[in-house]
């Protein structure tokens, strides 16, 4: 069994940037796509990123340009980065790993808040 656990979340003005953790408990090199999801209040959970094990990275519309995603596997830990964040972006922000043999696994959230 693999946790995720996320970190890095918190309250921001718009315009401001943060940085997202999470970080595996075991068996990084077995998770073949990792994402950040997120999903606002009242909304549908969304794809926010992607990067696979080679390194290709994928994003959504609304957040290609400002987010990052990256990973490093030395820490066992995938990042996003968040730039020029809008209050659209406020919403709770959950890692999402999937394994070589296709287990799935979700970290528990963070909750980003950009203020306007």
């Known amino acids: 069994q693999v946790q995720l656990v996320e970190s890095g979340g918190g309250l921001v003005q718009a315009g401001g940037s943060l940085r997202l953790s999470c970080a595996a408990s075991r068996d990084f090199f077995r998770l073949n796509t990792i994402a950040w999801y997120r999903q606002a209040p009242g909304k549908q959970r969304e794809l926010a990123a992607v990067?696979?094990?080679?390194?290709?990275?994928n994003y959504a519309d609304s957040v290609k340009g400002r987010f990052t995603i990256s990973r490093d596997s030395a820490r066992n830990t995938v990042y996003l980065q968040m730039n020029s964040l809008k209050p659209e972006d406020t919403a709770v922000y959950y890692c999402?790993?999937?394994?070589?043999?296709?287990?799935?696994?979700w970290g528990q959230g963070t909750q980003v808040t950009v203020s306007s």
């Open positions: 999402y790993a999937r394994s070589i043999i296709a287990d799935v696994y």
């Open positions: 990067i696979n094990s080679s390194g290709s990275t």
